[in-house]
């Protein structure tokens, strides 16, 4: 970062820069305002991403801070850049298709940031670089890392309390020790403390150092520190609840005590940064050869215009693809006679059914063969959008304030799918009070996308998939398939579950077919 002495007189050509890339902006937030208005909601809505307020006003004072500077330069478009805009308008366009938010809102101030070169031209981009990528820090995303987060403060807070001598008993999330039970849910993850540091703390950064080195190792220490304090502070807390007899850390103080701790951590974290604060530079003299001609002010709107076209363009891409949407009414019939050998049981033999929301249509159903039972669960979704979706943070196995079960493990398994082999997800689930007293008291569950045919276990290629099937006109016709069973029936769960998939994998795969191909153009 560099300061001038005294600003020099504004070139002309910014005369006619300015106002088209203002114009340009305010065309782009036009076109897309649902994502730029999706984004403002979640600001307000979550505390983990309110600082998105903020962000725009400290990138337009980090500009302002450079105006001697930018002054000193001749904006000069570069239609280069219609070529990452086209790019980003795709990435949108993608996005949008499947109903993923943080891509679209990506692509948003992507595009919002690259009008900026397109329209000055690079070296006018490149002077103010940070204050363009700061930008960045208004997408409310980060929450995804948040299932790691809270098994890393799961690991060091049972690791920390039995070094300090408490015997723990661990299923999962869950631990028991002898004062109380405890489970590290959302708000246990950090992911607030990591991001709202890695915000201030990289201002910071770029505030009081000039050196690149200075700058990375700072921005290293911001995204450490809240980790490891959050890790501290879950130790505490529970340590307090233990010594005290559950009588102080359990409540409201439980959060209090949590942000008191985290900001000390982070003022004393800032207080050792300025130990090795570096002065800013003085530079001298004008950035721009002497001798070239300024553009013409032609140029600068037919480059904005240009923009504003191609930014434009998957609206109507858009428009096109909905049109071909089909009807939105599916209905899934599974017959009876197609699951023989498996005859049809009492549901409420096993009480327990996955949350997915806004289907199109589902099913819940319990079979039986030789003493065995095993559940199915199909969710269908068509004609998706960000209020029903079939890949989504809300739709889960088991909620974290579910009162019926509870997971104690998960991860992924090779099992046999039908004739074909491939992976699925599995849950090893507990249960809880409020489960049926004929509930099994463990429950093995296993779970598949279906997009199109298509099967995965992956959340983001179950999205790319949906995506190229909308691309190529079959629709986003997709489904989850689960199955459970009994932990503690004679034969074995993973036997049953082997079994039940392997032969009967055919019919649910026809039954989802029949609804996709009821699809009307």
Not at 258 to 267: A, H, K, P, Q, S
Request: some cysteine; overall charge positive; aromatic content about 10%.
């Amino acid at each position: 970062m560099a300061a001038y002495q005294k600003p020099r007189t504004l070139p002309v050509a910014w005369h006619a820069a300015l106002p088209a890339l203002v114009l340009l902006i305010a065309v782009v937030l036009l076109a897309y305002r649902e994502t730029a208005l999706a984004m403002v909601t979640i600001w307000y809505r979550s505390e983990t991403f309110t600082h998105g307020f903020v962000v725009l006003p400290i990138t337009l004072w980090l500009i302002w801070r450079q105006r001697a500077l930018l002054a000193a330069m001749a904006p000069r478009p570069n239609f280069l850049l219609l070529i990452v805009v086209a790019g980003l308008a795709l990435m949108w366009m993608m996005g949008d298709m499947v109903a993923v938010n943080s891509v679209t809102q990506l692509a948003l101030v992507a595009m919002l940031v690259a009008t900026v070169p397109a329209v000055l031209g690079v070296s006018v981009a490149a002077a103010i670089a940070f204050p363009l990528a700061f930008m960045f820090f208004a997408v409310p995303i980060g929450e995804f890392i948040m299932p790691q987060l809270m098994s890393w403060t799961a690991d060091f807070t049972i690791l920390a309390l039995r070094m300090s001598g408490v015997p723990v008993f661990r299923e999962g999330l869950n631990f028991v020790i002898p004062t109380g039970s405890w489970s590290v849910v959302e708000a246990c993850s950090g992911v607030r403390y990591l991001i709202a540091s890695l915000t201030v703390g990289t201002l910071y950064a770029y505030l009081n150092y000039q050196s690149t080195r200075r700058r990375l190792l700072f921005v290293l220490v911001s995204i450490l520190v809240p980790i490891i304090a959050n890790w501290m502070r879950a130790y505490m807390i529970v340590m307090l609840g233990h010594v005290s007899g559950n009588t102080i850390a359990v409540g409201v103080d439980h959060l209090i005590y949590g942000w008191v701790f985290f900001g000390v951590v982070i003022l004393g974290m800032f207080m050792i940064g300025a130990r090795w604060s570096e002065p800013e530079l003085t530079l001298k003299g004008p950035l721009h050869p002497s001798g070239v001609a300024a553009p013409r002010a032609s140029r600068f709107w037919f480059a904005a215009l240009a923009v504003a076209v191609i930014a434009s363009l998957p609206m109507f891409a858009r428009m096109a693809l909905e049109s071909n949407g089909g009807t939105s009414t599916a209905r899934l019939l599974v017959a009876d006679a197609v699951m023989l050998p498996w005859g049809l049981a009492d549901a409420s033999s096993i009480g327990f059914k996955p949350h997915y929301e806004n289907t199109s249509d589902e099913l819940n159903a319990v079979y039986v063969q030789s003493q065995r039972h095993v559940g199915l669960y199909l969710g269908y979704y068509r004609n998706q959008d960000y209020d029903r979706k079939l890949v989504s943070s809300n739709n889960v196995l088991v909620r974290s304030d579910d009162t019926s079960w509870r997971p104690v493990h998960q991860g992924t398994v090779s099992t046999a799918i039908g004739s074909e082999p491939g992976k699925m997800r599995w849950a090893e689930l507990r249960r809880m009070s409020a489960a049926p007293v004929s509930a099994p008291e463990r429950l093995l569950v296993r779970q598949i996308y279906w997009i199109n045919g298509r099967l995965t276990s992956n959340d983001y290629l179950a999205k790319v998939y949906s995506a190229v099937y909308q691309l190529l006109g079959r629709g986003d016709d997709s489904a989850v398939i689960v199955v459970y069973t009994s932990m503690n029936q004679a034969n074995d769960a993973e036997a049953a579950l082997t079994s039940f998939l392997s032969s009967r994998y055919g019919a649910i795969d026809a039954a989802l077919r029949a609804v996709s191909d009821s699809r009307q153009p």
